[in-house]
Nanobody, 121 residues
């Protein structure tokens, strides 16, 4: 069974850090492009970051570039999102998703249930 499970969310003060984990089972993360998305209340889901399967290149939306870092640990079959200098506007449910495409393009076929991140001012 293919499964993604996020963890590491929580409540943190502005300026703090969190590291989210996306543990995969039923497939090898190294074979897939893995992305982090987030959705805040009343807003549309947006892609935050992605690491490609083709060459492990990474990309970030402008609002998190320089603060967030995506990485992959193949031995643990897990992808991480290190989030530093958090801002209240980073508050959202964060989801990881996997795409068979090598360069972080849709479709993202597998999704985790999400983990809540709340940043207080």
């Amino acid at each position: 069974e293919v499964k993604l499970v996020e963890s590491g969310g929580g409540l943190v003060q502005a300026g703090g850090s969190l590291r989210l984990s996306c543990a995969a089972s039923g497939f090898t993360v190294d074979d897939y492009s893995i992305a982090w998305f987030r959705q805040a209340p009343g807003k549309e889901r947006e892609e935050v970051s992605c690491i490609s399967s083709r060459d492990r290149s990474t990309d970030y939306r402008d609002s998190v570039a320089g603060r967030f870092t995506i990485s992959r640990d193949n031995a643990k079959n897990t992808v991480y999102l290190q989030m530093n200098a958090l801002k209240p506007e980073d508050t959202a449910v964060y989801y990881c998703a996997a795409a068979w495409t090598p360069d972080c393009t849709w479709p993202f076929d597998y999704w985790g249930p999400g983990t809540q991140v709340a940043v207080s001012s």
